[in-house]
T-cell receptor, first 111, second 117 residues
Framework: GEDVEQSLFLSVREGDSSVINCTYTDSSSTYLYWYKQEPGAGLQLLTYIFSNMDMKQDQRLTVLLNKKDKHLSLRIADTQTGDSAIYFCAVFNQAGTALIFGKGTTLSVSS | ETGVTQSPTHLIKTRGQQVTLRCSSQSGHNTVSWYQQALGQGPQFIFQYYREEENGRGNFPPRFSGLQFPNYSSELNVNALELDDSALYLC????????????????FGPGTRLTVT
């Protein structure tokens, strides 16, 4: 079945760039997503990329997609303490009905 | 800020009881999906409703059931609650065509925290 893998933790200093990586097994997803979850909260859609794109930039966020290697990354420029949260990568299943999520990467930003 | 709302925010139930959770989708969205997020895990797909019919189901037993109403709001019902059902329940709304999401946005509500004792 479909699987999404992420590293569990990332620690950076305020002002540095953060790069969160994700690999997935099923390449049929039309869209690939990044969500942010703060403690006790729901999921906030950060950004998504269409599968025929290699890169998408949205203010401080850059998404890179390598379809050959089934690798998705999220770069956050000038990381702030408010960026501390759990970041989830998600892709659609083959039926296009369900999002398959990774376990999430906890980003810790120190000042 | 999305327009997806869920109620209640928190709920405590006893093992064996039944629970109903509610979700109002974002205006203009016709598809609602439900996810269960256990502590420390990513969300797991329960099922999706499109035009009032179930349109895909994850690996959850039949005691998890749902409804979608003509205004596209939705309910998740769980019967015979077990301790392992304790989790954050999230609903997501999107605009779908023939059950497949054609638009990029999948917006989640704030979730309902269910505790089963």
């Amino acid at each position: 079945g479909e699987d999404v893998e992420q590293s569990l933790f990332l620690s950076v200093r305020e002002g540095d760039s953060s790069v969160i990586n994700c690999t997935y097994t099923d390449s049929s997803s039309t869209y690939l997503y990044w969500y942010k979850q703060e403690p006790g909260a729901g999921l906030q859609l950060l950004t998504y990329i269409f599968s025929n794109m290699d890169m998408k930039q949205d203010q401080r966020l850059t998404v890179l997609l390598n379809k050959k290697d089934k690798h998705l990354s999220l770069r956050i420029a000038d990381t702030q303490t408010g960026d501390s949260a759990i970041y989830f990568c998600a892709v659609f299943n083959q039926a296009g009905t369900a999002l398959i999520f990774g376990k999430g990467t906890t980003l810790s930003v120190s000042s | 800020e999305t327009g997806v709302t869920q109620s209640p925010t928190h709920l405590i139930k006893t093992r064996g009881q039944q629970v109903t959770l509610r979700c109002s989708s974002q205006s203009g969205h016709n598809t609602v999906s439900w996810y269960q997020q256990a502590l420390g895990q990513g969300p797991q797909f329960i099922f999706q409703y499109y035009r009032e019919e179930e349109n895909g189901r994850g690996n959850f037993p039949p005691r998890f059931s749902g409804l979608q109403f003509p205004n596209y709001s939705s309910e998740l019902n769980v019967n015979a609650l077990e301790l392992d059902d304790s989790a954050l329940y999230l609903c997501a709304s999107s605009l779908g065509t023939s059950g497949r999401t054609r638009w990029g946005e999948q917006y989640f509500g704030p979730g309902t925290r269910l505790t089963v004792t």
